[in-house]
């Protein structure tokens, strides 16, 4: 009982990480319907702010994860207007590749810039470890916990309560029609885009917190794990991205903890497999029927 | 003669004279090793995204695991040249891979080829990735460090032949009645079902298909380089071969040729600038796809049998 409830805070403080990164991939595949692969490397870029904004500007934490979130969401918008916007009316495919190579050119263009090598992440917070009926909770872990919550709050909030939230479900239903009432869809994909992207940033310096060690590559796995989780909890869904990433990331610590380490994303993807073929549009997604 | 006799017969013809010319070069010396690296890298490339062109491009199915399907291959090719260090050896582990990845990809197939688009696409890496870390984790492919000192049981000309003999039978196929079947499930599922064509059977074929060619294709991987590793294998790799289809254009067999070569020689060239090769190459990728969105040659085909049939009056 006791290695449960220590495996399932691990598992919910990796969960949250993995469902910050679902929720920009659910709602870029929402409104555009891109497999935006370059997701994970805004991550990357954000715990490499955290990283130099800790260590060169002696920001302190709270500053750090804004800032990170600030700018990776001036990343994100620039990524989709100069890299996916003129691929709007083109084959999906073609965007696709399109969003592999961004990820490639920010993978090697930070390895060139700042080296490929892992480096520490500044302990922007000193440790503590709470023990709570013999389970072990560090405050990083629940510091991660609560973003990762609260930030999944803000966003539903802004995309149930604001206006540019209607404007992004107005879009993601139908592109066409909500021109037609006057929704601008450029500035609507743009917002997708830096919302996304800013909650990138933000599980990018929590990451970096928690594993203390970034390399310019730490992207790639992540990002798929948390495409993955987008899908099983239905693509297009914002409950079932958070959803998504806290099943992911409790399987994970789950298997490890059985002492199948080795085989952890082999659990993961047959896992998707599975839950793709019981439920083909995920948990929450809507599976609409074809018709003639 | 009929048509198809006569065009394949041209493209045997176009073959040979290709042969000729390398091994006319080779014979020169103007071929040295680096270059001959590279012709059998590209030849290489074009089995593996000849086979992937027919799953996506003409069945319309989108794969993202063929990397998967190589990795069977290569390790069928792999184990057994180990103890049947011959040139027959070679060819029936060969086989050996061709049948235990068709295998695979039935059992993988026949569920998920009821998904549609991106989710056929994230299961197929799925099983992807599922079959990379049984073989990382398995004794007998000696796990993560791979296999090494794998016999050179591959030549170019093996790689030459292959890549002639695998494009001939897939180019066929799709103009077979299973091609025309295959492509009407591309164009519409529901239309093609309704006109009696067993949809889940012909889309089950190009993937088989496909996964087979890409046995062959890790075959030659694992005899030519003679070390393999998981890693080798890993959803990078299946992207690779995806972007040389989508760069050449998805569902254009001429196209695959034409980005295997230009993404074969532009590697080749950026072998010398070091750490920005990737980013140059990355940039080309992203360029590329925003100038030529649907890739460099479209659907365009060259083809012999519409020059045989031009001008001719068809009698029924």
Redesign the interface.
């Known amino acids: 009982m006791q290695t449960f409830g220590q495996q399932l805070v691990n598992g919910l403080s990796l969960g949250s990480i993995y469902a910050l990164l679902a929720l920009g991939y659910t709602m870029v595949y929402g409104i555009i319907k891109l497999i935006n692969f370059a997701h994970g490397d805004i991550y990357m870029l954000g715990a490499f702010w955290g990283y130099y904004s800790l260590r060169a500007f002696h920001f302190n934490f709270l500053m750090a994860l804004c800032s990170a979130m600030v700018v990776c969401a001036v990343l994100g918008v620039v990524i989709e207007y100069f890299a996916y916007r003129p691929l709007r009316h083109s084959p999906r495919i073609t965007a696709l590749i399109t969003a592999i190579g961004v990820s490639f050119l920010l993978e090697n263009g930070m390895s060139a810039l700042v080296g490929a090598n892992a480096r520490s992440f500044p302990q922007a917070l000193p440790v503590v470890t709470y023990h709570w009926l013999g389970i072990r909770v560090s405050n990083i872990q629940l510091l991660i916990l609560i973003t990762a919550c609260l930030l999944m709050a803000l966003l539903e909030l802004i995309i149930k309560r604001t206006k540019m939230g209607k404007a992004m479900r107005a879009v993601s239903v139908d592109p066409e029609a909500a021109q037609l009432v006057g929704i601008n869809l450029n500035h609507t994909i743009s917002f997708t885009f830096a919302l996304g992207s800013a909650m990138a940033g933000a599980a990018g310096v929590l990451i970096g917190l928690y594993y203390n060690s970034i390399d310019p590559l730490m992207g790639m796995t992540p990002g798929i794990k948390a495409f993955v989780a987008a899908v099983i909890g239905g693509i297009g869904s914002v409950p079932g991205a958070s959803l998504g990433g806290f099943i992911i990331g409790i399987l994970e610590t789950g298997v490890q903890a059985v002492g199948l380490s080795a085989y952890k994303d082999a659990v993961v993807y047959f896992v998707l497999i599975v839950i793709l073929l019981v439920m083909p549009a995920g948990i929450f997604g809507h599976n609409r029927r074809e018709k003639v | 003669m009929k048509v198809t006799l006569k065009s394949n017969l041209a493209w045997v013809g176009v073959m040979l004279f290709g042969f000729i010319i390398i091994d006319a070069l080779e014979f020169a010396g103007l071929i040295n090793t680096f270059i001959e690296n590279m012709l059998v890298t590209i030849g290489i490339n074009v089995i593996l995204a000849v086979g992937l062109n027919l799953i996506?491009g003409f069945a319309g199915q989108?794969s993202l695991g063929h990397a998967g399907f190589m990795a069977i291959g290569a390790y069928a090719t792999g184990i057994m040249t180990q103890t049947m260090s011959t040139p027959l050896g070679f060819y029936i582990s060969m086989v050996v891979g061709m049948v235990i990845a068709v295998i695979a990809a039935v059992i993988v197939g026949v569920?998920?080829l009821?998904?549609?688009g991106?989710?056929l696409?994230?299961?197929t890496?799925?099983?992807a990735?599922?079959i990379r870390?049984?073989i990382?984790?398995l004794k007998i492919t000696n796990g993560a460090a791979g296999l090494f000192n794998i016999p050179a049981l591959a030549s170019w000309v093996t790689v030459y032949v292959l890549m002639c003999l695998t494009t001939i039978v897939t180019v066929n196929f799709i103009h077979s009645r299973g091609g025309r079947a295959v492509m009407a499930v591309r164009e519409d599922e529901?239309?093609a079902g309704a006109m009696g064509i067993n949809t889940t059977r012909w889309k089950l074929a190009a993937f088989v298909f496909g996964a087979a060619t890409a046995a062959i294709g890790g075959s030659l991987h694992a005899a030519y380089i003679q070390t393999i590793a998981p890693g080798d294998f890993n959803?990078m790799a299946s992207?690779a071969i995806?972007?040389i289809v989508?760069?050449g254009g998805?569902g254009s067999i001429t196209g695959t040729f034409v980005a295997a070569v230009v993404l074969g020689a532009l590697d080749t060239i950026l072998q010398n600038f070091g750490?920005?090769r990737?980013?140059i190459?990355?940039?080309a990728?992203?360029l590329i796809?925003?100038f030529k969105?649907?890739?460099l040659l479209g659907t365009w085909e060259f083809s012999f049998r519409r020059w045989l049939t031009k001008g001719a009056v068809t009698h029924d």
């Open positions: 996506i989108f569920p998920t009821r998904l549609r991106d989710y696409a994230i299961a890496m799925g099983a990735e599922i870390i049984v990382n984790n529901l239309a959803i992207i995806l972007i989508v760069l998805v750490t920005v990737m980013i190459y990355s940039l990728l992203i796809m925003i969105p649907a890739g």
